[in-house]
């Protein structure tokens, strides 16, 4: 019932900066809340950040003072904004919503950050 749409992915060389984004088919306020996870070959899908509905904000220890996840309530658009970029950072990220206890997932970015 939810689509999510993403952009942004691409090639970065490290200490660079990049913005993914995920537009919603709904409006924000309807989804419980949003996050970004990645993933790389042979490892768990990992959570890197979420926003609730009424706006908070969490993350994952290794990305905390890089990534700045944001919304904008206009677009039903989330943001993932990477800066200073590391190799280790490089996997395919992939946007997330909960909304009336229903889970969804987008199609996936790939992010590579070269050395």
């Known amino acids: 019932q939810v689509q999510l749409v993403e952009s942004g992915g691409g090639l970065v060389q490290a200490g660079g900066s990049l913005r993914v984004s995920c537009a919603a088919s709904?409006?924000?306020?309807?989804?419980?809340?949003m996050a970004w996870y990645r993933q790389t070959p042979g490892k768990q899908r990992e959570l890197v950040a979420l926003?609730?509905?009424?706006?908070?904000?969490n993350y994952a220890d290794s990305v905390k003072g890089r990534f700045t996840i944001s919304r904008d309530n206009a677009d039903n658009t989330v943001y993932l904004q990477m800066n200073s970029l590391k190799p280790e950072d490089t996997a395919v990220y992939y946007c997330?919503?909960?909304?009336?206890?229903?889970?969804?997932w987008g199609q996936g970015t790939q992010v590579t950050v070269s050395s």
């Open positions: 997330h919503a909960v909304r009336q206890g229903s889970y969804y």
């Open positions: 709904v409006s924000i306020f309807s989804i419980n809340y």
């Open positions: 926003i609730t509905r009424g706006g908070s904000t």
